[in-house]
């Protein structure tokens, strides 16, 4: 994810009288913002935001880190599917994920999709495969709120977690039930990030190209 989410809820100001208070007292109370409510807010603003429910959430500027992994990824991704019914959408591209009766905004760092019709001019919707870069203000988000919002989208098959301050990918690969979802860990240059469904794979090495760590 780039940079970190800042959210802020809508607030009403309603009012009450008290029995022991002349006059009135204002109470503040948070109020969700509607999904068209939030499309009125992001058309009217040049910044990124998302959508969580509910809350409109501001990007911050994502790192040099950030914008280079993204891009090693996106490239070669891009370049495979070219010839491909599915389509690669770097992190400028919204995605709309509903469960529980929520619904959730987000710009994935990169995300396929296969149905070229989903969605509309705003987002996509129904991603094959999602990958968002990990920095220190959005890891909390990426491996729990987001996790849970990507893994229980039905047409989700592979969500990846890059960490940029350290070489570090974890995979979640939808498999068969019972399982559900298995898990890799890769941590070597020779390690291979693969996405079977696409026929895609690229080595860690190729990930992290160009990237400087922190000695």
Known sequence: MQGGPLCK???????RTSPKMDGMSA???PALVSEEE????????????????GQVCA????SDAHETISGNV??????????HPCRVFSGNKRVRVAFLN????????????CDPKNGDSRFKENPVLVIEVLSPST???DIREKMFAYLNTESVKHYVIIAQE?????VYRRVPPPDGWEVETLTEDADILRVPDLGFSMTLADVYEKVEFAS
């Open 38 to 53: 939030y499309f009125a807010i992001t058309d009217a603003s040049e910044l990124r935001q998302e959508y969580v429910n």
């Open 166 to 170: 350290k070489k570090e990918i974890i």
């Open 102 to 113: 929520r619904a959730f905004h987000y710009y994935p760092d990169v995300m396929v999709i």
């Open 139 to 141: 890891e909390n988000t």
């Open 59 to 62: 990007m911050a500027d994502p």
């Open 74 to 83: 996106f490239g070669p991704l891009h370049q495979h599917l070219r010839k």
């Open 27 to 29: 109470l503040r109370k």
């Open 9 to 15: 809820a809508a607030y009403l100001t309603t009012h």
